[in-house]
């Protein structure tokens, strides 16, 4: 089995920034592509940001581009969020996916995490 853990959420102010991590361990697994995604108070799971693993090829959602930013390093995807609204409030899920994915469909994912939450006060 493959766990994934979130880390990095807390309650900031409109405007702060938040950085978050999400650490991949577990059974020996490969790795296609890693992602985002956010499940704000009575709203669907969306996607937020994603990327591949062989070329660093990443998609960010319309609703955080130029603000949102998704790196990796070996083992780890970050999200770093920057100039942050109310509306950024959800819980934030890490996503890991063994096969091809487009990044954007949930379903082309494997493994998820337990979620960390963002809160961003006004």
């Known amino acids: 089995q493959v766990q994934l853990v979130e880390s990095g959420g807390g309650l900031v102010q409109v405007g702060g920034s938040l950085r978050l991590s999400c650490s991949a361990s577990?059974?020996?697994?490969?790795?296609?592509?890693m992602g985002w995604f956010r499940q704000g108070p009575g709203k669907d799971r969306e996607f937020v940001a994603g990327?591949?693993?062989?070329?660093?090829y990443t998609n960010v959602a319309d609703s955080v581009k130029g603000r949102f930013t998704i790196s990796r390093d070996n083992a780890n995807v970050y999200l770093q969020m920057n100039n942050l609204m109310p509306e950024d409030t959800a819980v934030y899920y890490c996503?890991?996916?063994?096969?091809?994915?487009?990044?954007?469909?949930?379903?082309?994912?494997?493994?998820w995490g337990r979620g960390t939450q963002v809160t961003v006060s006004s």
């Open positions: 577990g059974r020996a697994f490969r790795t296609y592509a």
């Open positions: 990327i591949t693993w062989s070329r660093d």
């Open positions: 996503a890991l996916a063994e096969g091809y994915s487009d990044l954007v469909s949930p379903s082309g994912y494997d493994y």
